[in-house]
């Protein structure tokens, strides 16, 4: 009776619930090694970086926090460098259509993206792009054996060059745009064309040894020399698309050649035999500043620097006590040591700052605005980083930054405020703050992959690992990666919610999953992999004892028909019987056997019967049981289509009723590989579902004999493997990915308890709370307005004493009141945006107390760090789906700085233009407002240095607004606006155009 009552609460109330608008990255990074960096020449702080696990990365404020791509627009990879251009928000880059690298361009800063139409070889791999900065219309692509020169923006192409190697093919190691006159470093020599890209040829260099070959280019032009550097290596050894990892002994010679001087001069001194280099770069105006990347004889990331134009070299990326990095998890003696990051995979310096460097390598992205005197992780929060010339600490907490480039495989809650998330790679990583911040801080697992993890009633936990990762992707079906005896092939144990794990049992394969009786305290099975020509040790495991821990006793139970031992999926029912899935095998040749599927065990018999679709008999993944389903008989089966004739096209989600009797194939042909599915545990009607390459999916409706699949398009990776909901919090659902790390949304925006009406935020609190009291506050008034957006009745946010800084963009309101935030990619539209209605109140002592914000100072600032300042500091916009023009919004005890609205482009928010020029502390457009007891300095703009304000009312109570400047209303700009300025202001610069204005008692205007 109880089941049936809750499933009828829950046909009333939870058709409210939707899907996530947005998403927070949770984990660390450190898995998909980092290609092609490109920093803007116009902007230092903005650069982009792709990865092989298919992001592409983007900051605007020099690696403090990253948006990436949507996989709807862009799939990047290891060619996926972004060209800039001086036409504002125009882009070239490489996306991968198809796991084709194609050519591909942006007009609005990355958001979007569309294919050249001039493509030569829509079919074929295309592995570099270069664009004139200062001439958008001239591209070059290459092929593995053509070159092309486009002059018309890629429009049309005409070949340039065929490569004199068909076997090396193409390898352009740079380009150098100087006006009328393009080189190209490339294998075959130096590319030139005098007039534009009309005409090309090689240019007659001589100096280079007989069997060097230039592999990395770049150059550069001062006073009238243009100047070339090119690293070589053996011809032998040289062909198109090598990794970084390809770097020893790859190195052969550092030469230089002024254009005029024709013959290559070696400069090679201070790099020695134990260095080696692969990348080469410079910025474009100093013919004298050159930098080298690439690893050594120790397996570390090494950079080097000339100051005189080659004539000695000298280590600047000091790895030795992290002599002068400032490191996140990775670095000397920490959770990861240099040899982790090994190497990078691109290299890039700033076109027009030769200060300005960065590198990617097989995690990590490291950064130096110095020249390279110093460094600094980009891939966690800076907050977490640790100080220069010290040993990296290990098992400390870290926060994301965006940059996550690593495989999770599930997220598991030990308790309310404690997770383990299994991972590749990186192994696994544990939290203790709800997900906010992790960490390595556990001992007992070393192997490279935890895959499943589980907890009895008793609290301890029993996880899955192996030193095999990538489990059951394409790449890893094959008998040759999986039958290969396997050390960390083993399940362990922890007695202390993830803190130390010892061995529960070795079984030296990979073991990819493990399941708990519910009927049984002591029974448990194991997925293992192991086929060995059919008399492997593989298949599943059940063990009758494990309560015995490290002497715990596990019998292989007989093979299911059909399977080759590649066990994946277990679920066991209420009944003791054992529902499982068998994963692909494909043999040395790459063929799919028919050895997969779904399968049912009864204990009792110690009989399988084969219940699989013929769809199912190639590459199944999750089979998933219908939570609200009490006799346990719907099952949903999740399968991928595999290649090569009879696989083709079977990938889907399935469902049974009848416990595999039955099948019937829900998608059709909307999805071709489903990894998984989760019930929303508050809706039984919705259901989400991972792909390999098109994204999240859902449906609201998939009891209906046809449901309905739309993408979630908030989430923007292509390949999710689960989703897992806070059992302590319905609300709150993650998103684990094969090569994204983790993400968190919320399905219901507003987080907090109902009727709540206020909450509370203190910069000093080390995590934040659920904001409801001074004791659980938000760490950040970002995160406070974040909640404020999705939660209307929400009246009043109390700021303590402290620096706060934005970190979220401006919002949209929907027809719901509720807010999504902007997508921009500029970095520097993060603001305080203000909800109306809403009543802002600062000077209150750290823990609560009584407002005094002269003893108490709340400081919004918009110094976002690295020189970077936000555009508005606050945003007050009104928007019309609030639906009461008369709610005041009020703004009081804060004081409101370094704002700088420098540029002029604008954003579109609520059919509201908002420019970057206007409002530098705080920019005000319709509405009705008090602005109270606050202080606004030390503000930039245009126009309005601390205050723009256009078509609202707004009421000015004892404020001081000073030390700002403008070119218009250094104070405030008043455009259209009522302005009723009572008691105690004082304020330096107005200027008013249209509206009126009313001063009261004891003002003062300068």
């Known amino acids: 009776?109880?089941?049936?009552?809750?499933?009828?609460?829950?046909?009333?109330?939870?058709?409210?619930?939707?899907?996530?608008?947005?998403?927070?990255?949770?984990?660390?990074?450190?898995?998909?090694?980092?290609?092609?960096?490109?920093?803007?020449?116009?902007?230092?702080?903005?650069?982009?970086?792709?990865?092989?696990?298919?992001?592409?990365?983007?900051?605007?404020?020099?690696?403090?926090?990253?948006?990436?791509?949507?996989?709807?627009?862009?799939?990047?990879?290891?060619?996926?460098?972004?060209?800039?251009?001086?036409?504002?928000?125009?882009?070239?880059?490489?996306?991968?259509?198809?796991?084709?690298?194609?050519?591909?361009?942006?007009?609005?800063?990355?958001?979007?993206?569309?294919?050249?139409?001039?493509?030569?070889?829509?079919?074929?791999?295309?592995?570099?792009?270069?664009?004139?900065?200062?001439n958008t219309n001239r591209i070059v692509i290459s092929f593995y054996n053509e070159i092309y020169f486009s002059s018309n923006g890629g429009t049309n192409f005409n070949l340039i060059h065929n490569a004199l190697s068909s076997g090396s093919g193409n390898v352009i190691g740079g380009a150098f745009f100087d006006g009328n006159n393009i080189y190209l470093g490339t294998n075959d020599g130096v590319l030139y064309s005098s007039n534009s890209g009309s005409t090309w040829q090689t240019m007659s260099i001589s100096g280079l040894p007989a069997n060097d070959r230039i592999w990395s280019f770049c150059a550069a032009k001062s006073g009238g020399v243009t100047r070339f550097f090119c690293l070589t290596a053996s011809v032998n050894d040289i062909y198109v698309g090598i990794p970084g990892s390809d770097y020893w002994g790859f190195y052969t010679g550092i030469y230089s050649c002024d254009v005029g001087i024709t013959n290559w001069v070696t400069k090679n001194t201070g790099i020695s035999a134990n260095d080696f280099p692969m990348y080469i770069d410079m910025a474009e105006n100093d013919i004298n500043t050159v930098y080298i990347a690439g690893s050594n004889t120790s397996f570390v990331p090494i950079v080097m620097k000339t100051t005189n134009a080659g004539s000695n070299w000298s280590h600047t990326f000091l790895t030795t006590n992290n002599q002068n990095i400032s490191t996140g998890w990775g670095g000397h003696n920490g959770d990861r040591g240099w040899w982790y990051g090994e190497c990078p995979f691109g290299f890039d310096v700033s076109a027009t700052n030769k200060d300005i460097l960065i590198f990617g390598d097989f995690g990590f992205v490291h950064k130096s605005n110095t020249g390279g005197s110093s460094w600094q992780q980009a891939y966690v929060a800076t907050t977490d980083q640790h100080a220069i010339n010290t040993s990296t600490p290990k098992f400390e907490n870290y926060h994301s930054a965006g940059l996550e480039n690593t495989t999770c495989w599930q997220v598991h809650w030990v308790n309310p405020t404690s997770q383990w998330a299994c991972y590749s790679d990186i192994r696994g990583i544990r939290s203790i703050d709800s997900g906010e911040s992790w960490s390595f801080n556990y001992t007992g697992h070393e192997g490279n992959s935890s895959y499943r993890v589980v907890q009895g009633s008793n609290g301890t936990m029993y996880m899955a690992t192996s030193g095999v990762h990538d489990?059951?992707?394409?790449?890893?079906?094959?008998?040759?990666?999986?039958?290969?005896?396997?050390?960390?092939?083993?399940?362990?144990?922890?007695?202390?919610?993830?803190?130390?794990?010892?061995?529960?049992?070795v079984f030296n394969h990979p073991v990819f999953w493990i399941a708990l009786d519910p009927n049984n305290a002591n029974r448990a099975y194991a997925s293992v992999i192991h086929y060995f020509g059919g008399i492997g040790a593989g298949g599943i495991y059940r063990c009758d004892d494990i309560q015995n821990l490290g002497t715990s006793t596990w019998t292989l139970l007989p093979d299911p028909p059909r399977t080759q031992k590649h066990p994946a999926a277990i679920e066991v029912l209420n009944d003791a019987k054992v529902v499982c899935s068998y994963s692909g095998r494909r043999t040395d040749g790459g063929a799919f056997t028919m050895s997969s599927g779904v399968f049912l065990?009864?204990?009792?018999?110690?009989?399988?019967?084969?219940?699989?679709?013929?769809?199912?008999?190639?590459?199944?993944?999750?089979?998933?049981?219908?939570?609200?389903?009490?006799?346990?008989?719907?099952?949903?089966?999740?399968?991928?289509?595999?290649?090569?004739?009879?696989?083709?096209?079977?990938?889907?989600?399935?469902?049974?009723?009848?416990?595999?009797?039955?099948?019937?194939?829900?998608?059709?042909?909307?999805?071709?590989?489903?990894?998984?599915?989760?019930?929303?545990?508050?809706?039984?009607?919705?259901?989400?579902?991972?792909?390999?390459?098109?994204?999240?999916?859902?449906?609201?409706?998939?009891?209906?004999?046809?449901?309905?699949?739309?993408?979630?398009?908030?989430?923007?990776?292509?390949?999710?493997?689960?989703?897992?909901?806070?059992?302590?919090?319905?609300?709150?659902?993650?998103?684990?990915?094969?090569?994204?790390?983790?993400?968190?949304?919320?399905?219901?925006?507003?987080?907090?308890?109902?009727?709540?009406?206020?909450?509370?935020?203190?910069?000093?609190?080390?995590?934040?709370?659920?904001?409801?009291?001074?004791?659980?506050?938000?760490?950040?008034?970002?995160?406070?307005?974040?909640?404020?957006?999705?939660?209307?009745?929400?009246?009043?946010?109390?700021?303590?004493?402290?620096?706060?800084?934005?970190?979220?963009?401006?919002?949209?309101?929907?027809?719901?009141?509720?807010?999504?935030?902007?997508?921009?990619?500029?970095?520097?539209?993060?603001?305080?945006?203000?909800?109306?209605?809403?009543?802002?109140?600062?000077?209150?002592?750290?823990?609560?107390?009584?407002?005094?914000?002269?003893?108490?100072?709340?400081?919004?600032?918009?110094?976002?760090?690295?020189?970077?300042?936000?555009?508005?500091?606050?945003?007050?916009?009104?928007?019309?789906?609030?639906?009461?023009?008369?709610?005041?919004?009020?703004?009081?005890?804060?004081?409101?700085?370094?704002?700088?609205a420098d540029t002029n482009t604008s954003i579109i928010i609520d059919a509201k233009n908002i420019s970057r020029w206007e409002g530098g502390g705080v920019n005000v457009s319709s509405g009705k407002y008090q602005v109270s007891n606050n202080i606004f300095h030390n503000n930039v703009a245009y126009t309005g240095g601390a205050i723009y304000i256009t078509d609202a009312e707004i009421t000015w109570l004892s404020n001081d607004v000073m030390n700002n400047s403008a070119a218009l209303g250094t104070g405030i700009f008043s455009k259209n606006t009522i302005c009723n300025f009572g008691i105690n202001n004082n304020i330096t610069g107005i200027t008013f155009e249209g509206g009126s204005a009313t001063f009261t008692n004891d003002n003062v205007v300068k």
């Open 601 to 900: 065990y009864d204990p009792v018999t110690n009989l399988w019967g084969d219940k699989s679709h013929a769809g199912m008999n190639y590459w199944t993944k999750d089979i998933v049981i219908d939570p609200y389903d009490p006799t346990q008989n719907t099952w949903f089966a999740c399968v991928f289509s595999g290649w090569g004739g009879a696989p083709n096209g079977l990938g889907g989600l399935y469902k049974t009723t009848n416990r595999g009797t039955s099948w019937v194939k829900l998608t059709g042909n909307t999805l071709d590989r489903v990894t998984s599915c989760t019930f929303n545990p508050d809706n039984y009607n919705q259901i989400f579902i991972t792909t390999e390459a098109q994204g999240l999916w859902m449906s609201s409706n998939i009891r209906d004999v046809t449901p309905i699949f739309t993408p979630v398009n908030s989430y923007p990776f292509r390949q999710p493997e689960r989703v897992f909901f806070n059992p302590y919090n319905d609300n709150e659902m993650w998103v684990t990915s094969f090569g994204n790390g983790m993400k968190k949304g919320y399905l219901d925006p507003c987080k907090l308890p109902l009727g709540t009406t206020s909450v509370f935020v203190d910069a000093t609190k080390q995590n934040s709370g659920q904001g409801t009291s001074w004791n659980t506050a938000f760490r950040t008034f970002g995160e406070a307005l974040q909640v404020a957006w999705q939660c209307p009745d929400l009246n009043n946010i109390y700021l303590a004493e402290g620096t706060y800084k934005p970190d979220y963009k401006p919002y949209q309101m929907g027809n719901d009141k509720r807010g999504s935030e902007l997508i921009t990619n500029d970095n520097r539209d993060v603001t305080f945006h203000i909800r109306p209605g809403l009543e802002i109140y600062g000077g209150f002592p750290s823990g609560g107390g009584l407002q005094n914000y002269e003893n108490y100072p709340t400081i919004l600032s918009g110094n976002l760090g690295n020189g970077t300042y936000a555009y508005h500091v606050v945003l007050l916009l009104y928007n019309t789906l609030w639906g009461n023009i008369n709610d005041i919004t009020l703004l009081d005890g804060c004081l409101v700085q370094d704002g700088n």
């Open 471 to 505: 489990m059951y992707q394409s790449t890893r079906l094959q008998d040759n990666l999986l039958d290969a005896n396997d050390p960390a092939g083993k399940i362990l144990y922890s007695t202390n919610g993830g803190q130390s794990w010892q061995n529960l049992h």
């Open 1 to 134: 009776m109880k089941f049936i009552l809750s499933i009828s609460f829950l046909l009333i109330v939870s058709f409210g619930f939707t899907q996530p608008t947005s998403w927070s990255s949770k984990g660390i990074g450190g898995g998909g090694a980092l290609f092609s960096p490109s920093i803007n020449p116009a902007n230092g702080n903005e650069y982009y970086i792709s990865c092989d696990m298919t992001e592409l990365f983007h900051t605007t404020d020099f690696g403090l926090n990253y948006t990436q791509a949507h996989h709807s627009q862009f799939v990047g990879g290891h060619y996926s460098k972004v060209c800039f251009t001086n036409v504002p928000g125009l882009l070239y880059s490489i996306r991968y259509i198809n796991e084709i690298p194609t050519p591909c361009k942006s007009t609005d800063n990355g958001l979007t993206w569309s294919s050249l139409s001039g493509n030569p070889y829509p079919s074929d791999d295309v592995y570099t792009i270069h664009v004139d900065f200062n």
